[in-house]
């Protein structure tokens, strides 16, 4: 571990890197608050709110940040939009848009179902967890999970044998 640790600020293909020791969560400022964290840890970092930011799943790969941004800035001010992308940089399907208000980030899920470049968004609170698609890790959505997926998984034994 210190070996990483001495090996901040180096250059890995063409990007700074940063390493440091966390602390136990009951010495870290954000849990003492209580409050909001940042990301990154770092002052200056992003404060995230969940409530005031949306999930916005079923994103257009013709969308930008741009155009999410010009789609939703009717509804309230906006403080950021984050379109979430692979390690190649191409488009994963969401996005998460922090409002600067929990009333505008409420308000925009009145248009859950509406498109925005030719796909209907499925708009949601980005702190509400409980989708019914499995969700998180461990959740059984797709193949997989007990059954496998497609085949209908293991139904007993026949009344034939």
């Known amino acids: 571990m210190q070996a990483a640790i001495d090996g901040s600020g180096a250059d890995f293909m063409g990007r700074n890197t940063w390493v440091e020791k966390t602390k136990p969560r009951t010495e870290r400022p954000d849990h003492q608050a209580g409050g909001e964290r940042s990301f990154g840890g770092r002052e200056g970092g992003r404060q995230r709110d969940d409530s005031c930011t949306i999930f916005v799943g079923n994103v257009s790969f013709r969308s930008s940040k741009e155009s999410?941004?010009?789609?939703?800035?009717?509804v309230g001010p906006i403080a950021d939009v984050r379109i979430a992308t692979n390690e190649d940089g191409s488009m994963r399907?969401?996005?998460?848009?922090?409002?600067?208000?929990?009333e505008s980030a409420k308000k925009s899920l009145e248009f859950n179902?509406?498109?925005?470049?030719?796909?209907?968004?499925?708009?949601?609170l980005a702190g509400n967890k409980s989708g019914g698609r499995g969700g998180g890790r461990g959740g059984r959505g797709g193949r997989g999970g007990r059954g496998g997926g497609r085949g209908g998984g293991f139904r007993g034994r026949s009344s034939g044998f």
């Open 93 to 102: 399907g969401f996005a998460h848009i922090q409002f600067q208000d929990a």
């Open 113 to 124: 179902g509406q498109p925005c470049d030719g796909r209907p968004l499925r708009i949601d």
């Open 68 to 74: 999410l941004w010009e789609y939703f800035e009717f």
